[in-house]
């Protein structure tokens, strides 16, 4: 098992920025091979992965929140970043990181709260 730990979330003004952090501890195998992404679920609603990196560096992300995060992971230390811009008050949520694929996934971390005010 890898162990995902999250940082790096605060209390923001709409407009702001935010860098959240993952780190991976465990197995470095299972981190420096496969699709990494973060998750976000706000009070209500199910968690939804708002952005994606492959192994090799390709990133994806959620209409909701393209051209304002960039996904980048660093394969030497183990860790995922989430670069945050232009946060909107929509973008409040509980932050995790896992594996992409379903079947790879680890057991979740605790997350880091993102709460954005307008």
């Known amino acids: 098992q890898v162990q995902l730990v999250e940082s790096g979330g605060g209390l923001v003004q709409a407009g702001g920025s935010l860098r959240l952090s993952c780190a991976a501890s465990g197995t470095g195998t299972i981190f420096r091979g496969n699709a990494m992404g973060w998750y976000r679920q706000a009070p209500g609603k199910q968690r939804e992965l708002v952005a994606g990196?492959?192994?090799?560096?390709?990133?994806n992300y959620a209409e909701s929140v393209k051209g304002r995060f960039s996904i980048s992971r660093d394969n030497v230390k183990n860790t995922v970043y989430l670069q945050m811009n232009s946060l909107k008050p929509e973008d409040t949520a509980l932050y995790y990181c896992?594996?992409?694929?379903?079947?790879?996934?680890?057991?979740w971390g605790q997350g880091t709260q993102v709460t954005v005010s307008s």
């Open positions: 896992n594996m992409v694929s379903p079947l790879l996934q680890q057991n």
């Open positions: 990196i492959t192994s090799g560096g390709y990133t």
